[in-house]
């Protein structure tokens, strides 16, 4: 990494940002701190400036890498002061707000006191920052190392012979489909000059595989004329049309754009012609902006080519049809398999690759080496050539190491992955490089990461102005998606919110962090380098209590997180997995020494209670706790002015919140999910929502439990959370004792809710309590662009109006449970998107008709229905339905304990039927 892109990577944009806020407001909050923050927001520009001039030159980082964390500490301790001056104003603008005594204790200071403190530090920052540029004198741009950005590249050729890999492995299809698309008699639109691309990180093998399709001899017989054109890093239009005529055979003497445009469309005009756009990628430079804007004149020319032409792009960016304008055919080439890669490896490793097999020992160590590249064939090639010959000391030091501690053997392994994330635009550089926190292979979550991002600054406050509306969630879900398109991160099939990074991307992520970011096993772990700043803790054998093995003493909890107090100011410290039979007991020192943390997320490790401390960690935005027995959080908790995630998920036995809750007023994210499906029979221990939860401004709350006494947070709070958005579980709703308690409609103004329960628990004991779940339920029909609903505990004849309205065109999933003395289903057939149904402990219900299916509307009822179940409906005797009624898309019919069911609608002989 870069010193520029270190030093202004993880906070430095941020810094500047909240200096300019702060200082706004500073004049009504604090204004004795005005001057002080103008010296110091003009002595970090000031060192910015040179910074950026350095960044452009690349310098090596180890030669200034003291210099590096020097400055960097004096960052994060700008960023820690300026913390405690924004949660002071926040903490004085609450006690204002709430009426709240403003006594003098750790969390309210003395005003002049802090201001006092504040300034002094403050002072000391700015003296330190002075003092680095003197004793680490810059040199001059001339003077500076070589660079190391990976523009070497630019040393290709732009265009000549184009000689293929000599062996390729693993790559049949994929040159089978581009040889395909190629060759096809599809003819391009008059304003489409037909572009394939090849999509892939660095070392992938794109370039191999273009080179093995263009030497094809169907391929070479299938065009008039072939070019080959490298596309160097910095290409400006005039050079790149230039290489492209010299590639036609073209004269090359001439300067003007226009000119060498005229030739080559004359050149091509008539002709079937491939051309090949290797590398084309480069989204930072100016060269590539003036590429975009001129990039409709070179269509012009590519179109001047007969009928059938081609230009295939090999590119690592998935904005390339940005130049491009055209949706053309896209291959995606992923990690090569396990058997591919050892080809590839045994292939460079030794003359003959059987040979291998002779040595069991280089056999084994060949494989685990192999294993290493994560299906990259750069990588396998790389190691395979450096061991050609070598001895079995030097294969079994390969095997035991990692990637990064083979640093000098792997260079171009990771300088070609690297320059993909110099593409990166600042803000997202840091983001990515946050990643080197997690091991390789681990799952993670999309909005987690986005939170956690947020808790660190990350999501560059510019794309948030006051005049915009977009949120800091939103944009920070647009730096994650630009890392799915890079391939940095990899989907989990089946899951569409969980994604992994491949081992080659997540050893680069820690490659860029060494120093700053760290994973330490709990078993091998002594005490945290005082540089580390962000921390996962991998529990690998933790013990409740101190007990002695073979192997010494081993750690408990405490000593765990005792090992990290040498920090000098640890920002992150993650537990993962966790393990949830081990119940630790939290040292109580543990806020006081680390201080200055922004997430704290404890996994699904077992915790009985927090201490009353934790309200100590004024710089937290992020709690996390999860899968735990927790039954309350200490009050203090409502001191974290900062916070803003609070994960409490899988707690079932949480009783409580803090009930001042409604301080935190930057609380967004309230995370009270449960893993068990929405009417599981799961018992839930929290009575009630704090009151006042209106006042915060929530974009996730995930369970909403209706209390049942007076003093409890009424429903009608719930009106006031128009962001709310995912899921939402309402729970309780028998606890309504009133139809004054639900005056107004709750939740039809809440657009951004995909996903919603509304549950009531036992019977109603009378005639006005039934009546009473029917008016509840009308108040809380949800906005039309629900996705999944499901209704559970309801007792009511028959249904409001709203539920199987036509008007919520968006559901694709409904659950109707426990609606007990319900007779009529109400005409969900009339959801034209509606694909899975439930229908269980309906015991009312005896028929179902047409009026369930379509209602009083004519067309075909559940056009979109793939799965239909009824469970537990011990009165259903018959199911009847007209031509309108037969469920076109059913595949799966799954019938339970209805033993009364005689007459059965006919269904389709495409659809699976279970009756049990």
């Not at 940002?17 to 923050?37: G, M």
């Not at 101190?546 to 100011?569: H, I, M, N, W």
């Not at 899988?650 to 935190?664: A, E, H, I, V």
Request: hydrophobic content about 35%; proline content about 4%; glycine content about 6%.
């Amino acid at each position: 990494m870069t010193i520029g892109e270190m030093i202004l990577g993880a906070i430095f944009q941020a810094i500047l940002t909240d200096l300019r806020h702060l200082i706004l407001s500073s004049s009504a909050e604090a204004p004795d701190l005005e001057k002080d923050l103008r010296s110091l927001l003009r002595s970090l520009t000031r060192i910015q400036s040179i910074l950026e001039d350095v960044e452009k030159n690349q310098v090596n980082k180890k030669e200034q890498k003291p210099w590096v964390f020097e400055f960097r500490d004096v960052q994060y301790e700008a960023n820690d002061v300026l913390d405690e001056i924004r949660m002071e104003c926040l903490r004085r603008r609450t006690v204002r707000l709430h009426k709240v005594r403003d006594t003098v204790s750790w969390m309210n200071p003395n005003r002049l006191q802090f201001e006092k403190n504040i300034k002094v530090r403050l002072r000391q920052i700015i003296e330190d920052i002075d003092k680095i540029p003197t004793r680490n004198a810059f040199p001059p741009a001339e003077a500076l190392p070589h660079r190391i950005s990976g523009d070497q590249d630019d040393a290709k050729p732009t265009t000549g012979n184009v000689s293929s890999e000599s062996a390729l492995f693993g790559r049949e299809a994929e040159i089978e489909t581009i040889v395909k698309l190629l060759t096809s008699d599809g003819k391009p639109s008059y304003n489409d000059p037909g572009v394939i691309t090849i999509q892939g990180v660095g070392g992938i093998g794109k370039t191999a595989v273009a080179q093995a399709v263009y030497n094809r001899k169907d391929v070479s017989k299938n065009f008039f004329l072939q070019m080959w054109v490298y596309v160097p890093r910095h290409v400006a239009i005039t050079k790149l049309t230039r290489s492209i005529l010299e590639a036609a055979g073209g004269s090359s003497n001439l300067s003007e754009l226009h000119m060498l445009q005229e030739q080559l469309k004359e050149l091509l005009a008539g002709k079937k012609y491939l051309l090949v756009l290797d590398n084309l990628w480069n989204e930072k430079s100016e060269d590539w902006e003036e590429l975009v804007s001129n990039w409709d004149e070179l269509k012009k020319i590519f179109l001047a080519g007969a009928p059938g032409s081609r230009i295939l792009v090999t590119t690592r960016s998935p904005t390339t049809t940005r130049i491009t304008r055209t949706i053309g055919p896209s291959i995606l080439l992923r990690g090569l398999s396990f058997d591919d890669s050892l080809s590839v490896f045994l292939h460079h490793a030794f003359e003959n690759p059987v040979e291998y097999r002779k040595e069991p020992e280089l056999a084994i160590a060949g494989m685990e080496i192999t294993a290493k590249c994560s299906g990259s064939p750069l990588a396998a090639k790389t190691l395979g050539s450096r061991l050609r010959g070598e001895d079995r000391s030097t294969w079994e030091q390969f095997r035991k190491s990692g990637m990064l501690h083979l640093k000098e053997s792997c260079y171009g392994i990771f300088r070609s992955l690297e320059s993909t994330y110099h593409q990166l635009p600042p803000h997202q550089k840091r983001c990515f490089r946050f990643c080197g926190l997690f091991p390789k292979g681990h799952v993670f979550d999309k909005d987690t990461f986005i939170r956690l991002w947020m808790a660190q600054g990350y999501i560059f406050p510019k794309e948030i102005s006051a005049g915009n509306e977009r949120r800091v969630e939103d944009v920070g879900g647009e730096y994650f998606d630009s890392f799915v398109d890079r391939l940095f991160f990899e989907p989990i099939e089946g899951c569409s919110t969980k994604y992994k990074m491949s081992g080659l991307i997540s050893e680069l992520a820690q490659l860029l962090t060494e120093g700053e970011c760290s994973m330490i096993h709990h078993d091998m772990m002594s005490s945290v380098q005082e540089t580390i700043r962000h921390s996962a803790l991998i529990l690998d054998h933790l013990h409740s209590s101190t007990s002695v093995g073979s192997s010494g003493p081993r750690k408990t909890a405490q000593d765990t997180l005792e090992c990290f107090y040498s920090s000098k100011g640890l920002y992150t410290l993650l537990v993962l997995p966790g393990h949830p039979e081990i119940c630790w007991q939290l040292p109580q020192n543990m806020a006081q020494k680390l201080k200055r943390l922004r997430v704290l997320d404890f996994g699904n490790i077992e915790i009985e209670s927090l201490d009353a401390s934790i309200g100590q960690l004024i710089h937290l935005r992020y709690l996390g706790i999860t899968s735990s027995s927790i039954k309350g959080l200490p009050d203090s908790v409502s001191n974290l002015y900062n916070l803003q995630t609070l994960c409490l998920r899988n707690c079932k036995r949480l009783k409580t919140l803090p009930k001042d809750l409604s301080y935190l007023t930057g609380l967004r994210h309230l995370d009270l999910h449960d893993d068990a499906d929405f009417d599981d029979e799961v018992s839930f221990s929290l009575c009630s929502m704090p009151k006042n939860i209106y006042k915060l401004k929530l974009q996730t709350l995930s369970k909403f439990v209706v209390g049942g006494k007076l003093k409890d947070c009424r429903i009608s709070e719930l009106k006031k959370l128009t962001q709310i958005r995912g899921d939402l579980r309402i729970l309780d709703l028998h606890n309504i004792h009133h139809v004054d308690e639900v005056k107004e409609e709750i939740l039809s103004d809440k657009e951004f809710l995909s996903r919603l329960e509304l549950q009531w628990c036992g019977n109603p004991s009378s005639g006005e309590l039934s009546s009473l779940h029917e008016h509840v339920l009308r108040k809380l029909k949800p906005h039309t662009n629900l996705q999944e609903l499901w209704i559970v505990g309801y007792n009511r004849s028959l249904f409001p109006e709203w539920v199987g309205h036509a008007s919520f065109s968006k559901l694709v999933k409904v659950r109707l449970s426990k609606c007990r003395t319900c007779v009529q289903l109400p005409p969900l057939g009339r959801l034209e998107l509606l694909e899975e149904l439930w229908l269980k402990d309906m015991d009312g219900v005896e028929y179902v008709d047409c009026q369930f299916c379509c209602g009083s509307n004519q067309r075909i009822g559940f056009p979109s229905l793939r799965k239909l179940s009824f469970e537990n409906m011990p009165k259903l005797k018959g199911w009847y339905g007209e031509e309108r009624c037969k469920l076109p898309s059913l595949q799966e019919l799954y019938i339970k304990n209805c033993p009364l069911l005689l007459c059965c609608h006919s269904i389709s002989d495409r659809t699976k039927v279970s009756f049990i």
